[in-house]
């Protein structure tokens, strides 16, 4: 595999366009996120190759709850399938997500809000399942030992997640969705117009040569 003099440390994966391609494919919506299972074992792979440290998937928001049940079902089992995948690939795995809803599945209960170490632990991998931006902050406001906002970083609910070098962003969409506010903040942004279940590791090698090119200033 080909290397690279600049290497992020830490990429955030927006796995955007599973139902779209499901329609494409003619099937019906909620088909597609099964599709996404695959994808996501493919990159973390090829990013484990590079020696990339720490991952994280966006798996669904508070807000996707809203979408038919069938679709809220399929994207629910996908996340729990896919940790279940991570499990047997030596992740060292964080699940972020509101766990008092109901939809939050019960199955990664045991591996929320802290980190489970699997095999050698060899990457770091969070997992955002039932995650809100607004719950994530609002985590910190609600905690007594914040002081004047000074501390606040330290008591979000995502804060065992590290700083995103670069975001990548399958299925054309220009936006990050409330994806880690805090985490995202100087984020290099590369966004994949294909469909995330037609993710290819040139997608990534795509991403990675276009990185080498751009400038980290964290606002200096």
């Known amino acids: 595999m080909k290397k690279y003099k600049r290497l992020p440390k830490h990429i955030g994966v ?4 599973n139902r779209r391609w499901a329609v494409n494919a003619g099937l019906n919506k909620q088909e597609g996120y099964n599709h996404g299972i695959g994808p996501g ?14 991952m994280t998937y966006y798996g669904f928001t508070m807000d996707n ?12 089992k ?5 940790v279940n995948e991570l499990k047997k690939r030596d992740a060292d795995l964080l699940v972020i997500g509101n766990t008092d809803s109901k939809v ?18 060899k990457m770091k991998v969070n997992f ?11 985590h910190a406001l609600e905690n007594d030992q914040v002081v004047d906002n000074k501390n606040l970083i330290d ?18 969409r220009r936006r990050l969705s409330g994806f880690l506010p805090i985490q995202s903040i100087y984020s290099d942004i590369y966004v994949i117009d ?3 279940p037609n993710y290819k590791d040139e997608h990534l090698h795509e991403a990675l040569e276009w990185y080498q090119e751009t400038d980290v200033t964290l606002g200096g």
């Open 194 to 196: 294909e469909y995330w």
């Open 104 to 121: 939050f599945p019960k199955e990664l209960l045991p591996y929320a809000m802290k980190r489970t170490k699997f095999g050698e632990g």
């Open 41 to 54: 074992l493919k990159l973390y792979e090829a990013c484990l190759e590079l020696g990339i440290e720490e």
């Open 14 to 17: 927006i796995p955007d366009g």
């Open 128 to 138: 955002l399942v039932n995650y809100g931006w607004n719950w994530d902050l609002n």
């Open 78 to 82: 996908a996340c729990v399938d896919s």
């Open 155 to 172: 008591y979000i609910a995502s804060k065992d997640i590290s700083r995103m070098d670069m975001v990548l962003r399958w299925g054309g």
């Open 65 to 76: 709850v809203k979408r038919p049940s069938l679709q809220t079902k399929a994207f629910q």
